[in-house]
């Protein structure tokens, strides 16, 4: 008894007629016809009632379908659950502070694993090292290097905040803009920016922010929006439109390193990562270390 064989009586039984099946299963119907009856010889029964033109389930037919679908079921579990298990051993979890080193991080993975799934998370700084901590993620990236026993760290990039200002604006041909300039200013920005969010807040507590939570609708609303926006020189940053002039911000909280954090009890695909990140993106840490 096969299991092809277990598929082809279910198919018998769901189109109600052997050419039905047989068309279904890509099959000849003697071909069809043949496997049948090799299953019947290894069950010591006849699972159909045949006359010249139609072959018809009996009861022992029924007896056995109803066996060969729970052992199907059975068999589609199993292969779900292995191919869950897959993806859980390629999948890398990563809960971030900001979007852009996730893209950076993402980049690296995938040159040099492209079977690897890389599933970011934006969250705290307190947040992110919770999840790391306790599992709930393999890497984390914040904005101040941890100094805990059982974590490791590395420089992954650096990040520099611009504001994205508009020809028509009073700011468009400054070489340079503070904090303090912008604010008071009203901001058409992203909602999924992470940490910069507070960054804003905090530097300019009497700007007026317009959020927009869809990446790809707040970048179509940037491009007719006389509002300003925010964009940063992330290479994989798209905040950037012919109509705009990126203006770097001086203030130093416009500046942030980002370290990527592992447990010290990572699992090896995990290790192996990190040492292939942190060897990629040493050259340009400068004196950090």
């Not at 919770?130 to 890497?139: E, I, T």
Request: aromatic residues 6%.
């Amino acid at each position: 008894m096969e299991l092809e064989q277990l598929r082809q009586l279910d198919m018998i039984s769901q189109t109600g007629t052997l050419a039905g099946a047989s068309e279904r299963l890509h099959i000849s119907q003697s071909a069809l016809s043949r496997s049948m009856r090799r299953l019947e010889d290894d069950l010591g029964q006849p699972l159909f009632k045949r006359t010249r033109n139609s072959m018809e389930i009996n009861a022992a037919g029924r007896i056995a379908l109803s066996h060969a679908q729970l052992i199907l079921a059975e068999e589609r579990r199993l292969r779900d659950e292995f191919a869950s298990l897959a993806k859980r051993e390629r999948t890398i979890r990563v809960t971030s502070v900001a979007p852009a080193p996730t893209w950076r991080l993402s980049a690296i993975t995938l040159e040099q694993c492209p079977t690897a799934i890389v599933e970011p998370d934006i969250a705290t700084e307190q947040e992110t090292m919770s999840q790391l901590l306790n599992g709930a993620c393999d890497l984390a990236i914040v904005a101040h290097r941890p100094a805990l026993p059982t974590i490791q760290s590395c420089f992954l990039m650096h990040e520099d905040l611009y504001a994205n200002v508009p020809t028509n604006h009073a700011l468009h041909e400054r070489e340079s803009v503070s904090f303090a300039e912008l604010d008071g200013e009203a901001f058409l920005v992203y909602g999924g920016i992470g940490f910069w969010h507070d960054v804003h807040t905090r530097m300019m507590p009497h700007a007026q922010f317009v959020t927009q939570p869809d990446r790809t609708i707040f970048l179509q609303q940037m491009r007719t929006s006389t509002l300003l926006t925010f964009t940063t020189n992330a290479p994989e940053n798209t905040n950037r439109h012919k109509s705009r002039r990126a203006i770097p911000i001086t203030d130093p909280e416009a500046h942030v390193t980002f370290w990527l954090c592992m447990r010290s009890d990572a699992p090896e695909r995990i290790r192996a990562l990190f040492a292939l990140v942190k060897e990629q993106c040493a050259v340009g840490s400068g004196d950090l270390t």
